[in-house]
C-alpha cells in the first residue's frame, strides 16, 4: 500500500512547521507508524558536488546516487516531475510521509499559524486541519484546531483519519 502523504504548510517562514513535526514524530511512532519527513521543493539545493563520487555515479548513469557512513545515509535521484513526488515514490515500505512546505501540493494540508508570525489562515486547498496558539479564528468551515504544544491531540487526529483502517 502507498504511504500517506500530508504537507505541513503556513503563510511564511519561522511560524513553527518544524518544531511542530518534530514533536509529532515520536507520538507518531509510538502508535507504531513508520513515518518519514522531508523538507519539501526548497528551491535549490545542491547536494551533489560537481567531480565528487555521487556526481559521478549519477553522471553515469545511476538512477539513484548516494553515500553513506556506519550511522546514516543520503540518496540523491532525478525528478524530472517533481523531486517531492519522485521521492515519495521511493518511500515504500513507509506508513506516512510528513512534508513540510510545498503550499501548491494536491496532497492534504496541515497548517500551522503562530501569532507572533501570522494571524489569519492561507486556508489552501486541500487543507484538513490547523495548528495554531491563536485562541479562536474566524473559518469559513469547521476544521480540526489543534495547539502547538499538542502533538498528542494531532497524532490521533491523523491515525484516525487516515489509518483505523489499515490498520488490523
Known amino acids: 500500500m502507498s504511504p500517506v502523504a500530508i504537507n505541513f504548510v503556513a503563510a511564511q517562514s519561522g511560524t513553527g512547521k518544524t518544531t511542530v513535526i518534530e514533536k509529532l514524530l515520536p507520538e507518531l511512532n509510538d502508535r507504531g507508524l513508520k513515518v518519514a519527513a522531508l523538507k519539501?521543493?526548497?528551491?535549490?539545493?545542491?547536494?551533489?558536488?560537481?567531480g565528487k563520487d555521487t556526481w559521478r555515479f549519477a553522471r553515469a548513469g545511476a538512477a539513484v546516487a548516494g553515500m553513506t557512513t556506519p550511522e546514516k545515509f543520503i540518496l540523491i535521484g532525478s525528478a524530472t516531475g517533481g523531486g517531492t513526488t519522485a521521492a515519495i515514490e521511493?518511500?515504500?515500505?513507509f506508513d506516512l510521509i510528513i512534508i513540510e512546505g510545498d503550499r501548491k501540493s494536491p496532497r492534504p494540508k496541515i497548517e500551522v499559524i503562530r501569532s507572533a508570525v501570522s494571524k489569519e489562515p492561507l486556508l489552501l486547498e486541500g487543507t484538513i486541519a490547523l495548528v495554531t496558539d491563536l485562541p479562536a479564528l474566524?473559518?469559513?468551515?469547521?476544521?480540526?484546531l489543534?495547539?502547538?504544544?499538542?502533538?498528542a491531540g494531532l497524532a490521533n487526529f491523523i491515525e484516525d483519519r487516515f489509518f483505523k483502517t489499515r490498520r488490523p
Open 40 to 50: 519539501g521543493e526548497v528551491h535549490h539545493y545542491d547536494l551533489d558536488i560537481p
Open 90 to 93: 521511493r518511500l515504500h515500505g
Open 138 to 144: 474566524n473559518l469559513p468551515q469547521p476544521l480540526p
Open 146 to 151: 489543534f495547539g502547538l504544544e499538542d502533538a
